[in-house]
């Protein structure tokens, strides 16, 4: 058995040095191939037993028995920090030979568990689509593609991976776990990655930007490295949650306000490059204040209440924090309810126009 195995994985090497030498894959890539530092499956029928120290894993069900998933992780802690992965594959070994196909989706593991104690009852939570996969009666290893897995446990942290059984499935099929010989393995090809480098400007289009409008915040040079993006933020750089991902963002100030881009990869956070907005008060009618209208509750979770002092003829409009209109109604009595119960929740701002098209009035309230 050991020797089969050898000569199994020597075969595999070279089968990887052809592909190397065919493509042009630079021989100052890297190549990595790890053995499964933990891997498991989980029953539904029997969803409180344990079976982290099988020799086999499973993946698939039926309407009877319920569903197999398989979980597997890798330890990446020894991969260099900055990388650019080039291409990344997972090899599992089956061996059964049942006709009838399982279904599986493959996820990404999000939360920490442990072999041994993992079962159906309490397996952890996923994220993600990695592709669909099915199998059916074979020996051999099979190979799914992990590229876009490998970048995201980089990204986000890595937890590993579960193949879930899809109700289409007519049987389970039996895999090598790493206690079983030919365990599950990660095939990885990467380079050495790149440092980003900042944007030198950003600019607003427009500013001064009237009240209750919306402004385009671009930045203009910089360079993004490995696995980076343009992040933004509202009056610091780097705290709280970004406002908007991307080389450009709507926004729609409600005061003077500070904008700041930088980017945030694999490898490196770049400093920031700010902006500041500054607001133009026109077309405000300053007989209207803010006296003259109530809203209420605030914050908010399904009707948002507007009493205004005198009777009003125009419209009523929310937008939320990009700018994007989400509701439009027209006004002419003194209490207006705005129903809000099928929006996210966030920060919104209410504008109230006369029959005119002139802004009167805007108030910024908070959904639940």
Same mark, same amino acid.
């Given at each position: 058995?050991?020797?089969?195995?050898?000569?199994?994985?020597?075969?595999?090497?070279?089968?990887?040095?052809?592909?190397?030498?065919?493509?042009?894959?630079?021989?100052?890539?890297?190549?990595?191939?790890?053995?499964?530092?933990?891997?498991?499956?989980?029953?539904?029928?029997?969803?409180?037993?344990?079976?982290?120290?099988?020799?086999?894993?499973?993946?698939?069900?039926?309407?009877?028995?319920?569903?197999?998933?398989?979980?597997?992780?890798?330890?990446?802690?020894?991969?260099?920090?900055?990388?650019?992965?080039?291409?990344?594959?997972?090899?599992?070994?089956?061996?059964?030979?049942?006709?009838?196909?399982?279904?599986?989706?493959?996820?990404?593991?999000?939360?920490?568990?442990?072999?041994?104690?993992?079962?159906?009852?309490?397996?952890?939570?996923?994220?993600?689509?990695?592709?669909?996969?099915?199998?059916?009666?074979?020996?051999?290893?099979?190979?799914?593609?992990?590229?876009?897995?490998?970048?995201?446990?980089?990204?986000?942290?890595?937890?590993?991976?579960? +193949?879930?059984? %899809?109700?289409?499935?007519? @049987? #389970?099929?039996?895999? &090598? *776990? /790493?206690?079983?010989?030919?365990? !599950?393995?990660?095939?990885?090809?990467?380079?050495?990655?790149?440092?980003?480098?900042?944007?030198?400007?950003?600019?607003?289009?427009?500013?001064?930007?009237?009240?209750?409008?919306?402004?385009?915040?671009?930045?203009?040079?910089?360079?993004?490295?490995?696995?980076?993006?343009?992040?933004?933020?509202?009056?610091?750089?780097?705290?709280?949650?970004?406002?908007?991902?991307?080389?450009?963002?709507?926004?729609?100030?409600?005061?003077?306000?500070?904008?700041?881009?930088?980017?945030?990869?694999?490898?490196?956070?770049?400093?920031?490059?700010?902006? +500041?907005?500054? %607001?133009?008060?026109?077309? @405000? #009618?300053?007989?209207? &204040? *803010? /006296?003259?209208?109530?809203?209420? !509750?605030?914050?908010?979770?399904?009707?948002?209440?507007?009493?205004?002092?005198?009777?009003?003829?125009?419209?009523?409009?929310?937008?939320?924090?990009?700018?994007?209109?989400?509701?439009?109604?027209?006004?002419?009595?003194?209490?207006?309810?705005?129903?809000?119960?099928?929006?996210?929740?966030?920060?919104?701002?209410?504008?109230?126009?006369?029959?005119?098209?002139?802004?009167?009035?805007?108030?910024?309230?908070?959904?639940?």
């Amino acid at each position: 058995m050991n020797n089969l195995f050898i000569i199994s994985k020597f075969r595999r090497h070279i089968i990887i040095l052809i592909f190397m030498l065919i493509t042009n894959v630079s021989m100052a890539q890297f190549y990595v191939n790890k053995l499964a530092e933990t891997d498991s499956f989980i029953w539904e029928f029997k969803a409180e037993i344990n079976y982290g120290d099988n020799m086999n894993l499973y993946v698939g069900g039926d309407t009877i028995l319920g569903g197999n998933n398989m979980l597997i992780k890798w330890n990446l802690s020894d991969l260099p920090t900055c990388i650019e992965i080039i291409s990344a594959e997972i090899q599992i070994y089956q061996h059964s030979a049942m006709d009838d196909t399982a279904f599986c989706s493959i996820q990404r593991i999000t939360e920490a568990w442990d072999e041994y104690t993992i079962t159906w009852n309490n397996q952890p939570n996923t994220t993600g689509f990695y592709g669909n996969f099915y199998f059916t009666s074979y020996f051999g290893w099979r190979i799914i593609p992990a590229t876009e897995l490998i970048n995201d446990w980089i990204k986000y942290g890595n937890e590993g991976v579960m +193949f879930i059984n %899809l109700p289409e499935s007519t @049987v #389970d099929h039996r895999f &090598s *776990s /790493k206690e079983g010989g030919n365990g !599950p393995r990660l095939i990885i090809m990467y380079d050495y990655g790149n440092n980003s480098n900042p944007a030198t400007t950003v600019t607003a289009t427009p500013n001064p930007v009237e009240v209750g409008e919306t402004t385009l915040l671009s930045l203009e040079g910089g360079e993004l490295g490995s696995g980076a993006e343009w992040k933004w933020y509202k009056n610091s750089c780097g705290e709280g949650e970004p406002i908007g991902v991307g080389s450009s963002v709507i926004v729609m100030p409600t005061e003077e306000t500070e904008y700041f881009v930088r980017a945030e990869g694999f490898c490196d956070t770049t400093e920031c490059t700010n902006v +500041f907005v500054d %607001l133009l008060y026109v077309n @405000v #009618d300053e007989n209207y &204040s *803010s /006296k003259s209208v109530s809203a209420y !509750p605030n914050p908010v979770k399904n009707y948002l209440t507007l009493k205004f002092e005198e009777p009003l003829n125009g419209y009523i409009e929310v937008y939320n924090i990009l700018g994007e209109r989400v509701f439009h109604k027209n006004v002419s009595q003194t209490i207006n309810n705005i129903d809000l119960s099928n929006i996210l929740k966030g920060i919104y701002f209410i504008q109230i126009f006369d029959e005119n098209e002139i802004l009167l009035f805007t108030k910024k309230v908070l959904k639940d």
